[in-house]
């Protein structure tokens, strides 16, 4: 009786989750450009992602790496805050947003970096553009160059401002990584980035970057918006010794985009509070399941080479907004190899039997063996759920699918 009381209970859950996937496919419909992650800027672990690798359209993000040029230049003494750049006919006829320079005027470098910053100003970008690539075709090459050489694979530059260009894509991911090189390359510039307003030719810019007044801990960096993006941002806080950085694109909104910003810096750093703990107790882990070890949980890919493990979340299994596509793409089966010692974690809960269910529902487009394993975690008592048995690239490609639906993943090893 116990056990036909239990097959009903998951049946009832399986159809829960089926349910859900069904409204988030909705979701997904509704805005089919979203995507973000949030990582631990010291460690590089991955606090939370959707859709961080579907190709995005950078807007105005596109600026930081024009200042990570300009900085760079500035590091090798090639220029100075004193420097003055040319304005040439192309910049001059960027169109907004901009400062209205002429072409044969000059800007400094101490004033070009806050307009870029506050003001985003598309003309400003063109000026320092042609002044370290002599065009800005070339310094759309340059800027690619050397986002390949921080290990923003997913990249492609064609012009220092972010104004419309089919070519001109990125990923959440790579933006989290420029992010947090801008801090850790040029530590010394990085307050730029807190600038709420500055003044040119007696006219005053403010800031269109809310976040940095409005949020705990906020101190930088970036948005963005072009109609094909939605509203971009780019941020990183600090509270107490904890730093993390994160990026949220295609908001319906800019107040829709920074409250869910808010959200997600608030929930990664109430996770990141047990993760010691987690990394410590992860060694006396105990399992009900044969095939479940203890080992800690990596990331599904790593933002940057420094990368290191993900502590895990020691919470019911939620699912972050969607969305990547505009239609739920239910993940490839592929075919099974034995022996495979990689598996995919959907979640960690209170109840074995909701674990077990959840586990059965996902199981349907993953390949492998379900497996619920206990664990003890700061004196509470979890239940892994998770599809064992996989190749890495199997269970690599798994979680991406699921991510990309909405669905919380990690890939571990089993």
């Not at 169109?95 to 044969?104: D, H, K, S, V, Y």
């Not at 992010?179 to 003044?199: A, G, I, V, W």
């Not at 599809?387 to 699918?401: F, I, K």
């Amino acid at each position: 009786m116990l056990t036909l009381v239990r097959d009903i209970t998951a049946g009832m859950y399986i159809f829960t989750v089926f349910l859900l996937l069904l409204i988030l496919s909705g979701s997904a419909l509704a805005n089919p450009r979203y995507s973000s992650i949030v990582i631990d800027a010291d460690t590089g672990a991955v606090l939370h992602e959707s859709s961080a690798d579907a190709s995005r359209y950078p807007a105005s993000l596109t600026k930081m790496m024009t200042l990570y040029m300009l900085f760079e230049a500035m590091e090798q003494r090639k220029m100075t805050v004193d420097t003055r750049m040319p304005v040439s006919t192309h910049a001059a006829r960027m169109p907004q947003t901009n400062i209205g320079l002429r072409a044969g005027d000059s800007i400094s470098v101490r004033e070009a970096i806050p307009a870029l910053i506050v003001r985003s100003a598309n003309d400003v970008a063109a000026v320092v553009a042609e002044a370290l690539g002599k065009t800005e075709t070339n310094f759309g090459r340059m800027m690619t160059d050397k986002a390949r050489k921080l290990g923003m694979r997913s990249t492609t530059f064609r012009n220092a401002s972010g104004l419309p260009n089919n070519e001109q894509k990125t990923t959440a991911r790579d933006m989290v990584v420029l992010s947090t090189r801008l801090m850790k390359d040029f530590p010394k510039y990085y307050h730029y980035f807190s600038t709420q307003s500055f003044s040119y030719k007696g006219i005053t810019y403010n800031s269109h970057n809310r976040m940095v007044r409005n949020t705990a801990g906020v101190d930088g960096l970036k948005t963005g918006f072009i109609r094909a993006s939605g509203f971009n941002v780019a941020t990183s806080a600090r509270r107490g010794n904890r730093r993390v950085v994160a990026v949220v694109m295609g908001g319906n909104t800019a107040a829709t985009r920074d409250q869910h910003m808010a959200q997600l810096i608030d929930r990664s750093f109430d996770h990141g509070r047990h993760a010691t703990q987690v990394a410590k107790n992860n060694r006396n882990v105990s399992s009900n399941v044969a095939v479940a070890k203890a080992n800690a949980p990596t990331p599904a890919l790593k933002p940057y080479p420094e990368q290191q493990k993900v502590p895990e979340p020691i919470v019911e299994h939620y699912v972050f907004p969607p969305v990547a596509s505009a239609q739920m793409v239910q993940p490839q089966k592929v075919a099974l190899q034995t022996n495979g010692d990689w598996a995919v974690q959907v979640g960690s809960y209170h109840e074995p039997d909701r674990a077990r269910a959840h586990a059965q529902a996902v199981a349907r487009w993953i390949p492998g063996e379900i497996a619920v394993s206990e664990v003890e975690i700061s004196n509470r008592r979890l239940y892994r759920a998770r599809l064992v048995g996989l190749q890495e690239d199997q269970a690599r490609s798994a979680c991406q699918s699921l991510t990309r639906q909405g669905i919380g993943c990690l890939v571990v090893r089993s």
